[in-house]
């Protein structure tokens, strides 16, 4: 098994990761986000319709719409670092938004550019240069309506 097949496995196991969400992302874990699947190629995230992720208009705030959307694809790029030699750093360099519909549900986010991750990786350590590469999140409701879309253009560089 791969490390990006053993990280997947381990956001499957769900107090696992919950539990990581609590230590290194607190806003993630206490808005009640949730990574309903991750594969390969794709991922999605669900943020409920709550106080803490819900602003005065009675909608999600489009802050956390953007904390889940860049978890659906932060999430695949944490599955192709993990556990690279050498370590390959990540940062969010760019990210934009489009917002369709007034948010007033649950949400999920989707991102299925999981391999054009794994490539910009896979680059960076073979150049040793940094790498960025952008990938796409929409955000639907459960009846399948869009309500935004986000564009996170991510850098990857290995550490030496």
Same mark, same amino acid.
């Given at each position: ?18 539990? @990581?969400?609590? +230590? ?5 874990? %206490? !808005?009640?986000? *949730?990574?309903? #699947? /991750?594969? $390969? ?57 489009? @917002?369709?519909? +007034? ?5 999920? %986010? !989707?991102?299925? *550019?999981?391999? #054009? /991750?794994? $490539? ?41």
């Amino acid at each position: 098994m791969d490390n990006s097949q053993e990280f997947r496995q381990t956001v499957n196991k769900k107090l696992k990761f919950k539990l @990581f969400m609590l +230590k290194s992302l607190p806003a993630a874990f %206490f !808005s009640g986000l *949730d990574v309903n #699947k /991750i594969t $390969e190629s794709g991922a999605e995230v669900s943020i409920p319709f709550k106080f803490l992720t819900k602003n005065p208009f009675k909608s999600v705030y489009f802050a956390s719409q953007a904390m889940a959307a860049e978890l659906s694809t932060g999430v695949l790029a944490l599955s192709y670092i993990y556990k690279k030699k050498p370590r390959v750093s990540m940062l969010v360099f760019n990210m934009r938004a489009e @917002f369709v519909k +007034k948010a007033k549900s649950k949400l999920v %986010f !989707s991102c299925q *550019d999981g391999l #054009k /991750i794994k $490539e910009a990786v896979e680059k960076s350590i073979e150049t040793g240069e940094g790498i960025t590469v952008e990938a796409k999140s929409t955000g639907k409701t459960k009846e399948g309506e869009i309500v935004s879309e986000f564009y996170f253009t991510w850098t990857f560089k290995p550490v030496t």
